[in-house]
């Protein structure tokens, strides 16, 4: 075939993933300054590829899992548009004719960043059609600016670590410029993430809190206060590897999510049987009033409260860990 061949082959496709992710400690306090901890879910993955189009046709996103089909000039409000456009405006690149495909393994509404991931791959595959690479400090602001649409007010915790992939400390900077610290463990730290079943809007218990906040101002804060000291608590506790204090301030932060009101039947019933179980902590993750819970768990009782949760209505279990980074 020679040269006529290769000369007349189509554009490789672009494939681009991004993982989903996991609150650990310090949700909603983190939207007031307070530091987070959050880990990427490696096994959960958003995908994008990126498909040649017509002359002329622009950019269209075609969401698999959701049915969506839909150009960026007929939607430009629609989150992904505003993702693909705010990539244009930055690359510098005149709209490309091409269609987005993505999909994605993480569940939405659950605080499992399912909304950054699509937004990260999304983003990653034009650029790589447009023959670029966005580097993660250029990628996490726009994904920032998609999350706004989703979340409102959101903290900036779920495209960092989403963005950057690795296990992170973050707290909101004085400046736009948030302080994010890669975090290690000092030993092997296995969880188990349990989905309520309940899908809960981060929006509603993200605004629901701040209306509470302006409210009792002073009561809030010292709230806030006290979360922000059981996650700076917790990190050292994971530095050095010390399960059990991380398992205890796991279920400190759980009382103080309470405190917020952003717990639920739901999660409260899983808590109880992940403690029953022999979960060393257990609290809910990411928004509240649904999603999922997040337990602390030793290898070996892995399957047991695995069983425990699945029984007291969690409608999916997936596992997790940490490992020490080898020096
Ligand atoms: O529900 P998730 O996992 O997207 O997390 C929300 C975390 C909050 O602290 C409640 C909000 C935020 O933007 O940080």
Do not use: C
């Not at 409608?315 to 020096?327: C, E, F, K, R």
């Amino acid at each position: 075939m020679g040269s006529a061949g290769i000369r007349g082959a189509l554009p490789a496709l672009s494939m681009s993933n991004a993982p989903g992710k996991i609150i650990l400690l310090g949700e909603h306090a983190v939207v007031y300054g307070r530091p987070a901890l959050a880990i990427p879910l490696p096994d959960l993955q958003a995908s994008a590829h990126a498909e040649p189009a017509k002359a002329g046709a622009g950019v269209s996103i075609e969401a698999l899992d959701t049915e969506q089909h839909f150009s960026m000039r007929d939607m430009p409000q629609e989150p992904l548009a505003v993702a693909a456009r705010l990539t244009i405006e930055h690359l510098a690149i005149v709209e490309p004719d091409v269609t987005l495909h993505i999909s994605s393994q993480i569940p939405i509404a659950s605080g499992l960043g399912s909304g950054a991931a699509v937004a990260t791959a999304l983003v990653r595959a034009l650029a790589a059609f447009a023959g670029r690479v966005i580097a993660p400090d250029e990628l996490s602001p726009i994904i920032f600016e998609v999350e706004k649409l989703f979340h409102g007010t959101p903290s900036g915790i779920d495209n960092t670590v989403v963005v950057y992939g690795l296990p992170v400390y973050f707290k909101q900077g004085s400046s736009q410029q948030p302080i994010v610290e890669v975090f290690q463990s000092g030993a092997a730290l296995h969880f188990l993430v349990a989905d309520t079943g309940i899908a809960s809007s981060t929006k509603t218990t993200v605004s629901d809190v701040r209306a509470a906040w302006q409210h009792e101002p002073l009561a809030y804060e010292a709230l806030f206060d006290d979360i922000g000291n059981v996650v700076e608590r917790a990190r050292s506790a994971i530095e050095r590897g010390d399960v059990n204090t991380l398992g205890l301030l796991m279920n400190r932060n759980q009382d103080l999510l309470r405190r917020l009101d952003v717990s639920s039947t739901q999660i409260e019933t899983l808590i109880a049987a992940g403690l029953a179980a022999g979960a060393q902590g257990i609290k809910l993750s990411g928004g509240g009033r649904g999603g999922n819970v997040i337990a602390l768990v030793d290898a070996h009782n892995t399957t047991t409260i695995g069983a425990a949760l699945l029984s007291a209505g969690a409608t999916n279990v997936i596992t997790t860990a940490l490992y020490p980074t080898p020096s």
